[in-house]
C-alpha cells in the first residue's frame, strides 16, 4: 500500500510455474522532522524512515534490509533510517550496524503498558493505524 511521501513498499518478485509471483516485501513510513536547534549547521529539516513491517520466504531479511537501506538513501533522499527491536529486527541491526537509541521507548497495546519481560521483542509487532 504505497502512499507517496507516507509509505514505502518495496515487493520482491519470484516465479511459479512461469508466472512471477510476489515472495516477499518490505515496508516503511516516513516521518519528517524539524532541527530546532541548529548549532554549526544549517539544516532545519530531517527525512526520518522507519521500519514498518515485512514478509520474507525467499530473500533473507538481512539482504531486503540492505536493499531497503540502500533505496531509502539513494533513490529517496531519507537522512535516517529506523526500527525497533520487534519482530526478526534483531537478526539484522548488528550487522548492518544500526545504533542502539539513547531514550527509553514504551510498548503499548489498547493503551496498556507492557511490563518489562512481559513479552519478548521478537514476539511483538507494529501496526500502522
Known sequence: MPRDKVVYTIVFEGEDTGKPVITDFISFYSLPSQI???ENHNHTHMN????YYYAHTENSLTEMMKYALHYAKEELEFDVFNCLNIMSN???VKELKFGVGDG????????YGLKEG???PSKVATVLV
Open 36 to 38: 530546532l536547534k541548529r
Open 48 to 51: 526520518i524512515a522507519y521500519l
Open 90 to 92: 534483531s537478526t539484522f
Open 104 to 111: 527509553t521507548l514504551n510498548f503499548y497495546m489498547y493503551n
Open 118 to 120: 512481559f513479552m519478548q
